[in-house]
């Protein structure tokens, strides 16, 4: 397998899996194109046989700068116990010090119980929200009316 920074090209091949990579959800809408043209130096790909595999778009808080903030991250299904999304986060996490940054910060939704579990494998906190779902601390509202996130974070 081949892991490399993302190209602005890639991102037609991103949005033509990531709805099915999710099990239909429509997710597309949060990968708007200038991903892959602004964040190139810290979002990544993952080919085997020149097929994707895996993508990590991330990126550096230009409000705080010792954070960086990882938007969106998918693998395929069929690839999914082959540990590229925790080398994904490795590369990112290594990038990311390299420029001073010491936490790294994400948010899910509080039904993707497989990416909460994803997250707290790889040492990422919860961190306080203003309500629980299914006793999980979530910032209710956080994307709109009715769209609470689970807030996480990591030191590195």
């Known amino acids: 397998m081949n892991m490399r920074n993302v190209r602005e090209v890639d991102y037609h091949s991103v949005i033509a899996v990531v709805d099915s990579w999710w099990g239909g959800r429509q997710m597309a809408d949060m990968l708007p194109r200038l991903f892959f043209a602004h964040f190139q130096q810290t979002s990544f790909v993952v080919e085997d046989n020149d097929q994707m595999v895996g993508f990590l778009i991330g990126f550096y808080s230009q409000t705080r700068p010792k954070e960086a903030y990882i938007h969106f991250v998918g693998v395929h299904p069929e690839y999914r116990s082959f540990g590229i999304g925790a080398q994904l986060y490795e590369l990112f996490f290594e990038t990311v010090r390299a420029q001073g940054c010491d936490m790294v910060r994400c948010v899910t939704s509080p039904v993707n119980k497989g990416s909460i579990a994803f997250h707290t494998r790889l040492g990422f906190e919860v961190e306080p929200g203003d309500t629980l779902i ?8 956080y994307d709109g009316a009715g769209q609470p996130r689970v807030l996480f974070v990591k030191r590195l």
């Open 134 to 141: 299914d006793g999980l601390s979530v910032k209710a509202n």
